[in-house]
C-alpha cells in the first residue's frame, strides 16, 4: 500500500511539473507575441517592454533574443542590439537569423568587415531561407564601400533567388540605370511587368529608362499607366508629371535642334559670289571679264538671267567672306555687291 501511495505521488509530482512547463512555454509566447504585434505597430517602448518580460520567463529562448535586438536596432540602441543577438547565438549558435541581423546591425555601425563576416555566414546556410535577404543586406554593405560591381553582382543574386522580392529588383534596376546600362534595367522592369507585378514604380523606372534612351512614346505611354492607376500615390504622380515635363522640354528641344540642323545644311549648301556689272548683250560681259583677268582676277563667271549677262566673282561659303573680299576689291578701284549663286 505505502509502496502505491509512492507512485501515484511520483506520477502527480511529474504531471505538476510538465504542467508547470507547458505554462512556462505558453506564457513567453503570449509575452513574445505581443511584443512582436508592437513591434509591427511601432510602438518600439512596448515592444521592448514585452520581449523584456518574455526573455525572464525563458532566458534561453533565441527567438526572443533576436526580436529584442531587432526591435533596439531600430531606437537606434546599437549596443544593446548587439548584446541581445549575442545571446540569441549563445542559446543556439546555428540560428541564422540572427547571424544575419549582426550583420545588418554593423552594416548599419558602419563595421563593414564584420557585416560581411557575419552575412556571409548565414549565406553559407543552405538551411537559411532567408538567404534573399542576407545576399540584399550585403549589397548594400558593398554600396557603401564603393564596390560598385560587388554591390549589383549581390543584388543580382539577391533577385534569383527571390524574384518576387521586389525592393531588391528596383534597386537592382537603379543601379543598372546609375551605370548606363539601359538594356538590363528595360529586361527588368518588363520582367517585373511580366510576372504581374504592374506597380507605379515599376512603370516609373521604366519611362526613366524610355527618357534616358530617347523612346518619348513609349516614355509618355508608361507615364499615362502611372496616372490612370488608381492605386498610383500622390508622390507617384507627381514623379510621373514631373518626368512627364521633362519629355515634352525635350521633345521640344528636339524639334527645334531638328529645324537648326535643316537650317545649317541649307547654309552649307548656299554659296555667295560678287555681283561686279550685268549687260544686255554677252560681248560687253566678255570685255568686262577680259579687263578684270588683267587686273589679276580670277574665277570669273558670266550668267545669263531672263537676257541679262551678269558678271560674278568667285564663291565664298559664307556672307563674311564676300564682304571682305569687296572691301579689298576697293582698293582696285572694282566695286559690287554680294549675290547667292548656284
Known amino acids: 500500500m505505502r509502496l502505491l501511495l509512492l507512485t501515484l505521488l511520483g506520477i502527480i509530482l511529474l504531471s505538476c511539473s510538465a504542467k508547470q512547463e507547458k505554462t512556462k512555454e505558453e506564457e513567453w509566447r503570449y509575452l513574445y507575441d505581443l511584443g512582436m504585434s508592437s513591434f509591427y505597430a511601432k510602438n518600439y517602448s512596448e515592444a521592448i517592454a514585452y520581449l523584456y518580460r518574455a526573455s525572464k520567463v525563458d532566458p534561453k529562448e533565441p527567438r526572443i533574443w533576436n526580436a529584442l535586438g531587432i526591435t533596439y536596432m531600430e531606437v537606434g540602441e546599437y549596443r544593446k542590439a548587439e548584446q541581445a543577438f549575442k545571446k540569441a547565438l549563445e542559446s543556439d549558435p546555428t540560428f541564422t537569423e540572427a ?18 563576416s557575419y552575412l556571409k555566414e548565414a549565406i553559407s546556410d543552405e538551411t537559411f531561407d532567408k538567404k534573399h535577404l542576407a545576399f540584399y543586406h550585403l549589397a548594400k554593405v558593398y554600396k557603401e564601400m564603393g564596390n560598385k560591381s560587388a554591390y549589383i553582382e549581390n543584388l543580382r543574386k539577391a533577385t534569383a533567388y527571390n524574384p518576387l522580392f521586389l525592393d531588391a529588383q528596383l534597386e537592382l534596376g537603379s543601379a543598372y540605370m546609375d551605370e548606363k546600362r ?26 526613366k529608362v524610355y527618357y534616358e534612351t530617347g523612346r518619348f512614346d513609349k516614355a509618355k505611354e508608361a507615364v499615362r499607366m502611372v496616372l490612370e492607376d488608381k492605386q498610383a500615390s500622390n508622390l507617384h504622380r507627381t514623379q510621373a508629371y514631373e518626368i512627364l515635363s521633362k519629355i515634352l522640354v525635350e521633345e521640344q528641344r528636339r524639334t527645334i535642334r531638328k529645324r537648326m540642323a535643316i537650317k545649317r545644311k541649307r547654309e552649307e549648301k548656299r554659296k555667295f559670289g560678287i555681283q561686279i556689272a550685268a549687260f544686255s548683250t554677252l560681248r560687253r560681259a566678255e570685255k568686262l571679264v577680259d579687263e578684270l583677268k588683267k587686273k589679276g582676277l580670277s574665277d570669273l563667271n558670266i550668267i545669263e538671267s531672263s537676257g541679262i549677262y551678269k558678271v560674278i566673282y568667285g564663291r565664298f561659303r559664307s556672307r563674311e567672306e564676300a564682304r571682305k573680299e569687296i572691301n579689298r576689291l576697293k582698293r582696285f578701284d572694282i566695286y559690287g555687291f554680294i549675290v547667292e549663286v548656284e
Open 99 to 116: 547571424k544575419m541581423n549582426l550583420g545588418v546591425l554593423y552594416l548599419r555601425m558602419k563595421d563593414y568587415d564584420r557585416a560581411i
Open 182 to 207: 539601359y538594356d538590363e534595367a528595360e529586361k527588368l522592369y518588363m520582367s517585373l511587368l511580366s510576372n504581374n507585378f504592374k506597380k507605379p514604380e515599376v512603370y516609373l523606372s521604366l519611362t
